[in-house]
């Protein structure tokens, strides 16, 4: 019973942890911060959903594994966050900026594409209640200021993904 009791705090600080994590990061000035419930609000009440669950019909080794597997999930986001990070404050400051903007770009294009993976995986209900204000900010900043990459594919795969907000808001 006390393990119980210790793997909920754990999981219930991880998730606090989380969330404060993603709203301290820096949004762009005209994405607005509104009542609208976030992305990361409705994965935490999905995955409260699921440990409750787990607790419940005592499935103690399913809950170990998806402890495991979130932290490890975690630890590579923010791994690959650290090296994104570090390549550019490296080409920013051997001043090739030249590259510097090429990196951002094909690293946005990147994030593009993955996003549009995920989300298409999602079940509709969760699709549904996801804000795509991110998306749109970034369909609008790839009008604002085009970029090609040097695979003709993955420029498609990114108009692709942009399909997903004329399809929302067909709705």
């Known amino acids: 019973m006390k393990n119980k009791f210790i793997f909920l705090f754990i999981v219930i600080a991880f998730c606090v942890g989380f969330l404060a994590a993603r709203w301290s990061q820096p949004q762009p000035a005209d994405m607005k911060s509104g ?3 976030t992305t990361n609000e409705v994965a935490l ?3 409260a959903s699921l440990i409750t669950y787990l607790q419940d019909t005592k499935q ?3 809950l170990k594994n998806l402890n495991n597997a979130t932290f490890y999930s975690e630890a590579l986001h923010h791994y690959g966050d650290l090296m994104i990070t570090a390549s550019i404050l490296k ?3 051997e001043g090739q900026t030249n590259e510097l ?3 951002l770009e094909d690293h946005l294009d990147a994030e ?3 996003f549009g993976y ?3 995986d999602l079940p509709a209900p969760v699709r549904e209640q996801m804000s795509l204000k991110g998306l749109k900010f970034a369909r609008d900043y790839r009008a604002k200021y085009p970029f090609k990459s040097d695979n003709q594919n993955y420029d498609e795969e990114v108009s692709n993904t942009f399909k997903i907000l004329d ?3 067909a709705k």
């Open 35 to 37: 009542i609208e419930q």
């Open 45 to 47: 009440q999905q995955l």
């Open 60 to 62: 103690t080794n399913a």
């Open 91 to 93: 080409i920013w400051r």
């Open 101 to 103: 903007s090429t990196f």
């Open 112 to 114: 593009i594409v993955e």
């Open 118 to 120: 995920f989300y298409s």
């Open 167 to 169: 399809e929302t808001s």
